[in-house]
């Protein structure tokens, strides 16, 4: 039967040379879209989410126009931690904590405080990591997912070095599979490995950085003026917590300086938005492309069998069943999309790597082409099934 189908292509290549060159267009289109949603859902999947769901980020401004040089800056450090203290103790808290570039979502991976990175000595052998600073509280702030060992504890080592805590990327560079125990050396000092976290990654589609966790009062005296206060609440109670941090900090700072508070959930959904609505951006055009695609093929098909209606009466007055004749016009319009397909194909190992998720892209792509090809061309094939010969070539 393909030979058959073939043959027959051949004989009507310019009657549908129009078919073949719009389901090429929407391949090689819909490939684009289809992969770029793979990757970015790839991206969102990469481990190292942290959960911000009821948590809050405070802290505090200066007010515009107020002198910063009259604000005694170590009476703000201590009542900050007097809020703090307050709030952890808040039967609708349930937890508080200290942090430095552990926060998610403020601002892009790449950009970080200058604090953040420097070289690690591991097995004398030097790495460039991220450096993050928490307390013993980060890890149930925001969730974290520790494949190996616990996280930090607010005191040093019997060896006397300061506990750390190591991403899973650290880990796979320094070639460890069991990092807990293992020595890393700084140049704040030595460290012991007491735990490794999937990832920590600071955009919900970018991966998580090759990073390590250090505890805050190791460097407190250093990051002391930008220290993140991150609290998790029980339940939806943020009003609750707004109030009673207002209070507090109109009872306690200084004038010239204003509360702040930011809702961890408004800000990974406004920078998810924004990937999402570039993805959306792409979908909306291929989408109606489909729609458009699919109604000039089913109207393309329906017109050429409908001008060889004379023909299939024929095959139908000679023997051929209906099924056989069905089999023989979606055939053929699979088969021109499988020809339709392959520059496709032949497009994408060049703008590909093939990684799994492009395999998985394109492979998507070459399905929702066979069955729109199929679906196109089902009612056509159907209604020449239901040729009368009788009628038909009374017709011619």
Same mark, same amino acid.
């Given at each position: ?41 790839? !991206? ?60 998610? $979502?403020?601002?892009? #991976? ?16 030097? =790495?460039? #990591? ?6 013993? +509280? ?39 599979? *069991? ?37 805050? $009062? ?43 508070? $930011? ?24 989408? =109606?492309?489909?729609?458009?695609? +699919?109604?000039?093929? +089913? ?12 023909? =299939? ?13 069905? #089999? ?15 520059? *496709? ?28 090809? #199929?679906?196109? *061309?089902?009612?056509?094939?159907? !209604? ?13």
């Amino acid at each position: 039967m393909i030979r058959h189908i073939l043959k027959m292509l051949w004989i009507q290549k310019r009657n549908y040379f129009g078919i073949f060159i719009e389901q090429l267009l929407v391949a090689v289109v819909l490939m684009l879209c289809i992969v770029s949603v793979a990757e970015a859902v790839k !991206k969102y999947r990469i481990p190292g989410m942290m959960n911000v769901d009821n948590v809050l980020l405070i802290g505090y401004m200066f007010q515009q126009g107020s002198n910063k040089s009259d604000i005694m800056m170590d009476d703000v450090r201590k009542n900050m931690a007097a809020i703090s203290d307050k709030l952890r103790k808040l039967p609708f808290v349930e937890s508080v904590s200290f942090s430095l570039n552990l926060t998610p $979502y403020t601002r892009p #991976a790449s950009s970080y405080l200058w604090v953040s990175k420097d070289s690690v000595v591991i097995d004398e052998n030097r =790495f460039e #990591a991220v450096l993050k600073y928490s307390d013993e +509280f980060g890890a149930s702030i925001f969730k974290l997912d520790m494949e190996e060992g616990t996280w930090l504890e607010n005191h040093s080592m019997t060896d006397g070095a300061a506990p750390a805590v190591i991403t899973r990327q650290l880990a796979d560079k320094a070639g460890w599979t *069991a990092a807990v125990g293992k020595k890393i050396t700084i140049k704040s000092g030595s460290y012991t490995v007491v735990g490794v976290a999937a990832g920590l990654k600071q955009h919900p589609f970018e991966p998580s950085p090759v990073a390590m966790v250090i505890p805050e $009062y190791t460097v407190k005296d250093k990051i002391s003026d930008f220290s993140e206060v991150v609290v998790r609440l029980k339940s939806h109670s943020q009003d609750l917590l707004y109030d009673v941090f207002n209070a507090e900090f109109k009872r306690l700072m200084p004038k010239g300086v204003e509360p702040l508070v $930011y809702n961890m959930e408004s800000i990974k959904s406004d920078l998810m938005n924004s990937t999402i609505l570039s993805i959306v951006l792409q979908a909306i055009p291929t989408v =109606f492309l489909l729609i458009f695609a +699919f109604i000039g093929t +089913f109207s393309l098909y329906r017109l050429h069998f409908h001008k060889q209606r004379k023909e =299939f009466a024929l095959r139908i007055a000679l023997g051929s069943t209906k099924s056989r004749l069905m #089999a023989i016009v979606i055939g053929e319009s699979l088969l021109i999309t499988c020809i339709a397909v392959i520059p *496709a194909l032949l497009l994408s190992f060049f703008i590909y790597e093939y990684a799994a998720v492009h395999v998985i892209g394109v492979g998507v792509t070459v399905g929702v082409m066979l069955l729109f090809s #199929a679906v196109s *061309a089902w009612y056509p094939a159907w !209604k020449v099934s239901r040729v009368n010969p009788a009628e038909a070539l009374q017709y011619e």
